[in-house]
């Protein structure tokens, strides 16, 4: 099934949609953006030409993608979350060959209203609170809210909260899936 675009959407020539994407109401996707399968981009979205984004991203309204960003699979980014490509902007200073990558990794959610400071890594299945200012990497899993954010807690991959403290030995399972994770000192995996 091809993309989906509404009328007042602007996909511009060279922007490549996945099979099932939705473009919804006012959205602008520029000419060198790469989209994968089956995503969902809300109204009021604009998407920049040097973005990639996987399969089966949701992002949700008001949410503008700039250069450098990297959305992996499953990736949800909550209503008018932020973007940055710039550390320190000034409108009288060109910036454009400062602009640092940001990866948010499969499976993350971006909760609505958080900012994303330019050059980060967020981890696989992390969950940013919303609201909350990330302006350092977050690892696999963790949960983090706040300004600047912190670690709170671990997530699974059901969007459950994990009954593990943020640093120390222990496991638990998923209260939804049942999945078994497994804590090391300060990083989470799936248990074998």
Sequence with gaps: MPATIHPTAIVDAGATLGEGTQIWHWVHVCAGAQIGDQCSLGQNVFIANRVVIGNRVKIQNNVSV??????????????????TNVYNPRAAVPRKAEYRDTLVGQGATLGANCTIVCGVTIGRYAF?????????????????????????????????????????????????????????????????
């Design 66 to 83: 700039y250069d450098n960003v990297t959305l992996e699979d499953d990736v949800f980014c909550g209503p008018s979350m932020v973007f």
């Design 128 to 192: 940013v609170g919303a609201g909350a200012v990330v302006n350092r990497n977050i690892p696999d899993f963790a949960l983090v809210v706040g300004v600047p954010a912190r670690q709170i807690g671990w997530m699974s991959r059901h969007g459950e909260r994990l009954d593990l403290p943020v640093n120390g030995v222990g496991d638990a399972q998923c209260p939804a899936t049942g999945e078994t994770y497994r804590l090391t000192g300060n990083e989470l995996h799936l248990a074998d």
